[in-house]
């Protein structure tokens, strides 16, 4: 079986990658199986995301690792590839005070890889690297305790000099390699195979083996460690799949020299950080200006500012600046590590001539002034199209327009356009006409526009009660480009007509005549309705009739002044008359037995009745004009004699018609 020798880098956090390790960790960099056997190896940097560098010094900050654990797999990632116990860094003065970007090779001093660098325990001969083996009882300690299947279960006791590779054995088809910080808690590690429990950084497989880590070495080669695409699947045997993929002690190509270079510059030493400002081409007339500004010292990377002479911003981020008008520039350069330093240039040149002018927007018809406003005072003007040469003209366009201003002083001169926008008038409409009756509301609503405004006093939108009258309203819109226009509208309200009638007789037997007056007042027209299927307009409230049969009858009456109308109505019921019934008896007894004691005419459906009574001599004897008339039988106050007497009456029925008629009867006392 094939054991895995792992790389460490120690890497300056706030500078490489964002992630939730601490402030102090070791993140691994690479992690080789070696060729065969147990020739495994690691690669790591320490990492502080806190650490401040000191701009004045030649050496990157140091971190404190002592007590730091490296280990396989406990059973937190998964059950396999378990070895019996760790190794930690020891508490020597070497580990105390580790430079960033320092690579630290650790690997297995019982069965060494091949590819392995000379040992090297010294951090003061340049090469920014470390490499040794686990067994050296001064740098490294063991632990035979095998820790929980948790992130945190190491033991504080129990550590002897000296590692053992066999207690973090990486078993191939399944394990971890896992990096511990000072209070037994996992902080970074890199598993395959059947551990994929927990992970950070995980591989299913290797180089010839879709799930075992044989011949394999896991490498870290872009700008977070903490991200899986950043990793690759390297080869660690030749023989097995034709390339070498293992640097051990050295990055592992240029992206990842890249990445460690910027913590220690390059395994250089890092200078104050200087910078400095040319003039490219200084201005001629307008603001053509451009400076360039370099750096050099302390570790590049460098970000750029411009600012003015008061160093306000100019908001040019470059390392060249263009478009600078005479005057002088300052660009303050800061470090990759927040080293700033700053440089100062003059640009030189004519006098910069600027003009500007407003572009407006106004209403078709309208007029404005265009005002041309230069840098500096002295210069001539120049309008065009109008051909002008004062500061100001007023234009009155009829449509959209570009006018141009330009301004010189000397060989120099600058231009500017105005664009005047000529927006149409709107077109506000009133609305139609108006006539309403008193006392009813109305509703004036302009179109057209964006708001509205009317005159008497009316709120748009809102009902009112106009008076009595024709009145004009005006209603002013005002569109979104702020153009007005008006219309009127007329609101004519008509005085309410009276409507009343009476008529004569109401009612009677049909055929029935009805005279109908018209009391009605204020209507220009009136309508009959009679009722009877007959009806009659008229513009007067002359007197009217009309005739009926037998029924029940509504009569209405409509007045009518413009759209306002008024109604009155009456009812009539016209009988159907019978034949008048006349009897006349032929003889009556006064005499006091009360029965039959006076004399009087029997009938039906009488309108009236009238007569008189004779004796055999032609004298009148008594006259009724009363159809309940009754006779005693006495004349002048005295009883008349027994015997034959005379009648003669004349009789109206309801049915109108005249009913006459004579005969006797006899008195007997």
Partial sequence: MHSALFSFLLVFLSFSFHSSI?????????????????????????????????????????????????????????????????????????????????????YNGADPNSQLPADDL?????????????????????????????????????WTPGGDWMNTLLANGGDCARIVD?????????????????????????????????????????????????????????????????????????????????????????????????????????????????ASGSIPGYAYEWYDNLFVPIGQTSATATNLCAGTYNVIITSSISCVDTSQVTITGTNNVSVSVNSESICVGESISLIGIPSSPGGIFAWNPSGEST???????????TYTVYYSIGSCIDSAEAIITVNPMPIINAGMDITLCSGQ??????????????????????????????????????????????????????????????????????????????LSSGGSSYFWNFGNGQSETTLSTSPVSTNYEAGAYTIILTATNGSCQATWTGFIEVLLGNPAIINVPNVFTPNDDQINDVFRINSENLESLEGSVFN?????????????????GTSKGKDVIDGTYFIKYRAIGLDQKEYEGHTFFQLIR
């Fill in 441 to 518: 509301n109305t509703i004036l609503s302009g179109t057209g526009g964006m708001s509205y405004t009317w005159d008497n006093g009316i709120t748009n939108g809102v009902a009112f009660n106009p008076s009595l009258g024709t009145t004009l309203y005006t209603v002013t819109g005002i569109d979104a480009n702020g153009c007005s226009a008006s219309d009127i509208v007329s609101v004519t309200t008509l005085a309410n007509p009276a409507a009343s009638a009476s008529f004569t007789p109401s009612s009677g037997i049909a055929p029935l005549t009805v005279d109908f007056t018209n």
């Fill in 391 to 401: 500061p100001s003209i007023s234009v009155t366009p009829a449509t959209t327009s």
């Fill in 616 to 632: 055999r001599w032609g004298n009148v004897m008594f006259t009724f004009d009363t159809i309940d008339f009754s006779w005693d």
């Fill in 22 to 106: 601490s402030a102090q960790t070791l993140i691994i960099n690479e992690v080789s199986q070696g060729e065969f056997g147990n020739q495994e190896y690691v690669e790591l940097i320490v990492v502080d995301n806190t650490v401040v560098y000191d701009c004045q010094n030649t050496q990157p900050p140091c971190i404190d690792i002592r007590g730091w654990i490296f280990d396989d797999n406990s059973g937190y990632h998964g059950t396999s590839g378990i070895a019996t116990g760790a190794i930690r860094f020891s508490f020597d003065n070497l580990w105390s005070c580790v430079p960033l970007g320092t690579i630290i090779l650790i």
């Fill in 182 to 294: 000072v209070a037994g808690c996992e902080v970074f590690s890199v598993c395959w195979g059947s551990n994929n429990q927990n992970n950070q950084i995980y591989f299913s497989g290797g180089s010839t083996s879709t799930s075992s880590a044989t011949n394999t070495v896991y490498y870290f080669n872009g700008n977070d460690p903490t991200v899986q695409s950043n990793w690759t699947i390297g080869c660690a045997d030749v023989s097995a799949c034709g390339i070498e993929n293992q640097t051990p002690g050295a990055p592992n190509n240029a992206a990842n020299a890249a990445y460690i270079g910027q913590f220690n510059n390059n395994c250089m030493p890092i200078t104050p950080l200087i910078a400095s400002a040319i003039v490219d081409n200084d201005a001629s007339c307008v603001c053509n200006g451009q400076a360039t500004a370099s």
């Fill in 122 to 158: 010294s951090l003061s001969d340049g090469n920014c690297t470390i490499v040794v083996p686990v067994n050296n009882t001064v740098l490294f300690e063991g632990n035979s305790t095998t820790p929980g299947a948790v992130a945190c279960s190491y033991p504080a006791t129990g």
